[in-house]
Each structure stands twice: as C-alpha cells, then as structure tokens.
C-alpha cells in the first residue's frame, strides 16, 4: 500500500470502501461522508475570523494496515487528527528545498515528465524514483546528510504540518485521520484572532 501516483481513484459508497478495504490496497482519501462530518470539527485555534476566513478543505484518510506516503509537501498549512490506528511522519524543513528537490534525492515533477512523455499519468512532484523503506544512499547520498524530525501519532492526537515542509506518512493499523488545510495569511493584521477563544 506504497503511493506511487500513478493509482487512479473510483467513487465508492462507505459500504463498498468497508467491503474491500481489508483485501485490496485502496484507501479512501474523502471530505467526510455527511454522517462521518459531525464527528470532524474545527479545532479550537482556527475557529476565529483568521482561521474560518482562511479554510480550504477537510479530508479524512482511511485504509487498513500499512499505507505509506510518498515524500511531498503542501501548499497550504494543515492540521492531522488521528482517530484510529499510529502514524509516523518524518519531515524535512523547507530550507533543503534545493537539495530535495533534484534529480540527486530522487524528484520527481510530472509537469516536466510530460514534456518529455506526454503519457505520464503521476500527478505533483514528490519523491519518486526513492523507496521510502529502503532509501539508496549510494545512488541519493544526500538523504543521509540532512537533518529531520520524527513525529510519532497515537489516537486523539493532532500534528500540525507547516506549508512546505516536505514530509513522509507511515499509517499501521486500521489508519482513520482527517486533515484540515487553510491558507497562510502572512500579514496578519490586529483583530485577526479577536474571536479565538482564550485559554
């Protein structure tokens, strides 16, 4: 259950996902179901004027044992709550942006693939050419020189992920989380957390 990009996505019922989703290596990457949303809520911190004003999206992720990510980063800030199963994300801080982000650490970036093969199906850019169990460091040597953080989630547990920060997810168990993204307002201006609730 290793994300490659290259997997394409069917729309399912929640009843069918829970048919397969122990036999197969399909994970559902979803707003939340209408019933499953009541239990999804803001949290505190981001339920002000700053944070409602500023939102994008909710997901949830869920898929039985072993789902692994690819190495990516987002262009938004997030926050991931973990309701059943553990996760493990290691991250890179944006400032090796340079480093990862070339041929030598394994980058990939479809929209330059397409130019060169009009047929290539991945989406994004991400670590791909890279196992992320087994990373190569006779062929991609700067994997062991820069420095990272390992973050370790239990249940009831929410992590925040930075917008850029390059990052890979281990899910073990049967791996339930919903994240929430929103954009960055770099320019705060007074009154922008007037609403937030205190203590």
């Not at 992320?132 to 390992?150: E, F, H, I, N, Q």
Request: charged letters at 25%; a negative charge; one cysteine or more.
């Amino acid at each position: 259950k290793k994300e490659t990009r290259l997997g394409g996505g069917d729309a399912m019922t929640v009843r069918e996902f829970l048919a397969v989703y122990n036999r197969t290596d399909v994970y559902a990457v979803s707003p939340p179901p209408k019933r499953m949303g009541a239990d999804v809520h803001v949290l505190p911190f981001l339920a002000c004027s700053y944070g409602t004003d500023y939102l994008d999206i909710a997901n949830i992720w869920w898929g039985s044992n072993g789902i692994e990510s690819v190495i990516h980063n987002d262009d938004q800030d997030n926050v991931n709550c973990l309701f059943s199963g553990r996760k493990r994300m290691i991250f890179w801080h944006p400032e090796w942006k340079k480093n990862i982000e070339a041929h030598r650490c394994g980058w990939v970036d479809t929209d330059i693939e397409r130019q060169t093969d009009p047929g290539y199906q991945a989406y994004g850019a991400f670590g791909g050419r890279i196992d992320v169990d087994a990373v190569d460091l006779g062929r991609y040597p700067s994997w062991g020189t820069m420095p990272w953080w390992d973050a370790q989630m239990e249940p009831g547990d929410c992590l925040f992920i930075p917008t850029m920060w390059y990052h890979q997810v281990k899910s073990t168990g049967r791996s339930l989380a919903a994240n929430v993204w929103w954009w960055r307002r770099d320019q705060r201006q007074p009154g922008d957390f007037e609403q937030c609730p205190r203590g």
